[in-house]
């Protein structure tokens, strides 16, 4: 298909994904607002107060009861959306996990702000890294478009019958939410192709052939095989992002992966990051290579399913790499990029060092010298002859 | 703290494995070779059950310490019993209970409770 060259819009993340939605038109969409997500639901329930979209528009009185009217619909056999932010994920917690084991494809967009406490409204990654096992596949965006291009894109991923599994897609709070960037989008055909048509699997409301959504499963029962089950769906999962992402390459000439590297191939220290800190990462790395430093980036974009492999290929020629992140695991080695990528590398021979970095907890600022100092460890620890701790390394601490 | 490890390495003989052991231990008890074929791909997407009206396949029966007993002279085929069984388990001929279905009745005597004309009497549950 030929590619259209749109004009480029200026709007906030939310107004990009809000637009995503009503390309996609969902038959039901259940949410609760909470900051910075709000501008997505408001601008989602005009948009249905004026008659653009034919979803069923479920106000509900908390984010527990969103994501079970959501499970109640996507289990009727309707494609249903949801979007929500910090506590208002904690809030799921329950039933995040029944959503993923009913095998629904619903479609989640979460804007990431810190978990309380102390109460604090900006963006870090607490509140998905937390749900990291809650069996949702997990997409990072970075900007504008890639919130509405991811927002697209797992619509076909979740529904895909080799995976059959419910994504949430997340951008930076305010950084990405709030704040004006570039979008370039579909026209509403183009994307209603792109979707299809929804294809429900034994759907409760197919009153001919009754059927019994979340039983007992018995004392003696398959628990442990339906969970075995959901982890096949998601390495299965690995292989359709790829394929979904191709897919909308040809329609849109943006090209996505399961990671994003950028001046990796000669690199002898490389920065891992997710999420709005990539640009200004991107933008260090080009600085420290015009000074002939050997610099490089992998952004992540799937999270989970994790390509560990594909971790491991990309930066195993890495003599010393920097994880950041954006979200701590307290009391264990680093934040949840930080152990995933050792996790990734250990097999490796040579084996690359693997430093951990935490930044930007409930909003702090990252500035480009940030960055350049946490490449300065890295270099210090590339030209040592003796491996360096592995001690967490704060970027912008405040000294009062 | 020490230990004493000459005495942690002896066992008492009633600790160690009997030599028959070892004979069935060439055979491995825990072959995990055909994993794959495993459950997982054999069941409903989400544990999802497809088959209507499938409860009767559990048999609930075996829960039993009292049995219902109709006394089919007193019945006077006010139907009471038939709907306030939780199991469905109050047999029905020309508009009258004529038996229970002992599969699936738990014994729990809701039968004998509701009954207006002391038509049913629960009994102990002789098994063999």
Redesign the interface.
């Known amino acids: 298909m030929a590619i259209v060259e749109s004009e480029i819009l200026a709007v906030t993340g939310n107004e990009a994904v809000a637009e995503a939605m009503r390309q996609i038109d969902p038959d039901v969409v259940c949410a609760y607002p909470i900051t910075p997500q709000t501008e997505v639901v408001q601008l989602y329930a005009q948009m249905v107060a004026d008659g653009k979209v034919t979803s069923e528009f479920v106000t509900v009185e908390s984010e527990h009861s969103a994501m079970s009217a959501v499970i109640g619909s996507a289990a009727g056999g309707a494609r249903t959306m949801t979007a929500t932010s910090s506590q208002g994920f904690a809030l799921m917690w329950e039933v995040l996990y029944i959503a993923a084991s009913y095998r629904l494809p619903i479609v989640m967009t979460t804007v990431n702000r810190a978990l309380s406490g102390p109460i604090n409204i900006h963006c870090d990654h607490s509140d998905t890294m937390g749900g990291r096992d809650t069996g949702w596949i997990q997409l990072y965006g970075e900007n504008h478009q890639e919130a509405y291009d991811n927002c697209i894109q797992a619509i076909r991923i979740a529904e895909h019958m080799d995976v059959r599994t419910p994504a949430m897609q997340m951008y930076d709070g305010y950084v990405i939410s709030g704040a004006i960037g570039p979008l370039q989008m579909l026209t509403d055909e183009q994307v209603r192709q792109f979707i299809g048509p929804y294809r429900a699997i034994n759907p409760m409301l197919d009153t001919r052939h009754p059927v019994t959504v979340g039983p007992f499963d018995g004392l003696h029962g398959w628990y442990f095989e339906h969970k075995v089950a959901q982890n096949r769906a998601m390495d299965r999962a690995l292989t359709v992002i790829q394929d979904v992402a191709d897919e909308y390459a040809e329609l849109s000439g943006r090209e996505y992966g399961l990671l994003d590297p950028y001046r990796l191939d000669d690199a002898e220290i490389a920065i891992v990051v997710v999420g709005s800190t990539a640009g200004t990462t991107r933008s260090t790395v080009d600085k420290l290579r015009a000074r002939g430093v050997k610099a490089g980036m992998v952004r992540v974009r799937a999270f989970r399913p994790f390509p560990h492999a594909a971790y491991a290929k990309a930066l195993e020629h890495v003599k010393v790499v920097g994880v950041m992140d954006r979200a701590d695991s307290f009391g264990a080695q680093g934040g949840p990029v930080f152990l995933e990528i050792r996790a990734a590398l250990y097999d490796s021979d040579p084996r690359p060092q693997i430093l951990p970095f935490l930044y930007g907890l409930g909003g702090r600022d990252i500035f480009p010298d940030n960055i350049e100092q946490a490449f300065a460890v890295l270099q210090k620890a590339a030209q040592s002859k003796k491996r360096t701790s592995t001690e967490r390394r704060y970027l912008n601490l405040r000294k009062d | 703290m020490t230990v004493d490890k000459k005495a942690v390495a002896k066992k008492p003989a009633a600790l160690r494995k009997p030599r028959a052991r070892k004979a069935a231990a060439k055979k491995p008890k825990w072959d995990i070779s055909d994993v794959d074929s495993?459950?997982?791909?054999?069941?409903?997407?989400?544990?999802?059950?497809?088959e209507?009206g499938n409860s009767v396949y559990n048999e609930t029966g075996g829960w039993r310490s009292l049995v219902p007993v109709i006394d089919g002279e007193k019945c006077d085929g006010c139907m009471l019993c038939y709907f306030y069984c939780p199991d469905a388990s109050i047999l029905v001929e020309n508009g009258k209970a004529v038996g229970i279905d002992l599969e699936h009745c738990k014994g729990c005597g809701i039968c004998a409770k509701e009954c207006p004309t002391d038509a049913i009497a629960m009994k102990t549950d002789e098994k063999e």
Do not use: C, M, S
């Open positions: 495993w459950g997982p791909e054999r069941h409903e997407l989400g544990a999802t059950i497809i209507a």
